[in-house]
C-alpha cells in the first residue's frame, strides 16, 4: 500500500504534464480559425465643382507712363527785347493754337519795313527810267534805217534787266522785314499747356534762345508693354510696308493713385515696331483723347507724367473652362475628380490666358465633348492618381452607404464566437 501510493505521487504528476503535452500539441497542430473583419476604409473629405463652357471676355492689364503726343521748345527767330508776356505763359498754363505767348520790341523790324520799302520805291523809279531808255534806244536805232533786230547793247536789255532785279530784291526785303516783324509776335502751334517758362519780362533774347517749353493736350499717349501670350487675342494695328492695319483695339486707363478712380477711354493706335530687348516684349501706344476735360467729374486730370493702370479689350474667347487660381498647382497641373468612382486624377494644363484669380484654358484640352469634368479646389499635398476620396460638388453632401443589418448580425457573431474561443484557452 505504501508503495502503491509512491507510485501514484510519481507517475500522475508525469501524467497530467503528458496530458498538459498533448493538449498544447493538439491546439498547435488545429489552431481556431480567425474571423477577418475588415475597416472601412476612412476617405479624405474634398471639396469639388464641375467646370462649365463659357463665354470669356479678354481684358490685358498693362501699365504706363502718360507722355504728350508733341513737346516743343520755343525758339525766338529774331532778336529782341520781351515788351509783352501773356498770362498763360506760365507753367501749367494754357493756351490756344495761334495764342500770342510773348511780343518782343517791334520798333527795329518796323523801321526796317519802312527802309525796305523807300528801297522799293526808288527801284521802281530806277526800272521805269531804264525801260524808257530802251524803248529810246529802240527807236533811234530804228531812225538810222536799220533793220532786224538790234543787239542787247543798243536795246539796253542788260541795264533793264538790272534795274528789274533791283526792283524784285527791294520788294523781297520788304517781305523779309514784314516777317520779321510777324516773327516778334511768338505764337503758340497748338493746343496746348506750358511745361517750363525761361524767360521774362525785359530781357533781351536773340535767335536759339530757348523762352520755354510746351506740349500738346489735345491727346495724349500711353505706351503699354503687352504680354505674349495675351497678346495674340488683341487686336492690335500691325505696320506692313505694302498696306495699313486699321484694327484699333479699346483701352481703359485708371490712375493708380487716385483717391476718386476715373476712368478715361482710348484707342491703341499703334504698336512699335520692334521688341523690347530688356522685356522681350512689343509695345503698344495707347491715344486718350482730351486728358484735361472736366466733363469726366474726377478732382484730377490725367497729367502728363502720371502712371497709369490699364485694361485693353480682347476678342472674347469661346468654349473655354475658367479655372481658380487656387486649384492651380505648381507647373499648371490641376486635380481632377473622375466619377462615379470618385478618384484623383492629376491633369497638365496650357492656360490660353490668366491674372492673379484663375487661368483659362480650351475646353476640348480637357474634355471630350458630352462628358463633364469635376474640378477638385480642395488643397491636396501630395495627390496619387487612383486615390478614392470623397467629394463634395457644388456644395451637394455625398450619400454614405450604410451598412446592411445582416452583416451586423454576421459580425457580431463572429465576434461572439471568438471570445468565446480565447476564453476557452
Known sequence: MFYFRKIIRVLLPICILAACGWWVAWLLSNPPEQERVSAPTNLVRVEGTTLKKTRYEIRVKSQGTVQPRTKSTLLPEVAGKVVELSHSFRPGGFFEKNAVLMRLDPTDYEVAITIAKAEVAQSEVVFA????????AIENWRALGRSGIP???VSRAPQLSLAEANLAAA????????????RTMIRAPYQGQVLEQNV???QFVSQGTVLGTIFAVDYVEVRLPLPERESQ??????????RADDAMANVEVRLSAAVKPTVWKGKIIRVEGSIDQQTRQSVAVAQILDPYSSNRGSDQPLTMGSFVEAE???????NVYVI??????AGNEIIVIDRPQNTLRRVSVQPLVSNDKHIVIAASSLTAPGEATVLCITPIPFPADGARVLPTIDGVMPSVEKPHASSLRQSSHSTRLIQKKLSSR
Open 129 to 136: 527810267e531804264e525801260k524808257a531808255r530802251a524803248q529810246q
Open 151 to 153: 543787239s542787247a547793247l
Open 171 to 182: 520788294k523781297a526785303r520788304v517781305t523779309r522785314a514784314e516777317r520779321d516783324l510777324e
Open 200 to 202: 521774362d519780362l525785359g
Open 233 to 242: 487675342f488683341l487686336k492690335l494695328p500691325r505696320a506692313f510696308r505694302d
Open 312 to 318: 485693353i479689350e480682347g476678342d472674347p474667347l469661346e
Open 324 to 329: 481658380p487660381r487656387q486649384a492651380v498647382r
